[in-house]
């Protein structure tokens, strides 16, 4: 897997259902921000993408943060375990670059 897979929003016609908004667990957690100021109103993935993150060894739920990849504010999201830690070890994914409202919504 590559550190991210950029992929069109959900609701883009090019969209495809096989796309994912996954990247490795440690350059997500890198990602994340104290923002206060969100300037989205929400935030949608795709089924594929939550369930390979909840197909992960152990994972029990899941936990979102905000955070900036670089480009614009976003939600980062992590699996966790029965304990509610995150699972954001080596080898770990999380997901990223949810569709944004707005603009898409």
Same mark, same amino acid.
């Given at each position: ?41 929400? %935030?949608? @993935?795709?089924?594929? /993408?939550?369930?390979? $993150?909840?197909?992960?060894? =152990?994972?029990?739920? #899941? ?12 939600? %980062?999201? @992590?699996?966790?375990? /029965?304990?509610?830690? $995150?699972?954001?070890?080596? =080898?770990?994914?999380? #997901? ?10």
């Amino acid at each position: 897997m590559t550190d991210f897979i950029r992929v069109f929003p959900v609701a883009h016609p090019d969209a495809q259902p096989s796309e994912v908004h996954l990247l490795q667990a440690p350059a997500a957690l890198a990602m994340l921000t104290d923002q206060t100021e969100v300037p989205f109103s929400s %935030v949608a @993935f795709r089924k594929e /993408a939550i369930l390979m $993150l909840l197909s992960q060894s =152990g994972a029990e739920g #899941l936990k979102f943060f905000h955070g900036h990849n670089g480009h614009h504010t976003t939600l %980062v999201g @992590f699996a966790v375990d /029965a304990n509610g830690t $995150l699972m954001a070890s080596a =080898g770990q994914i999380a #997901l990223e670059n949810g569709e944004r409202c707005p603009p898409f919504c």
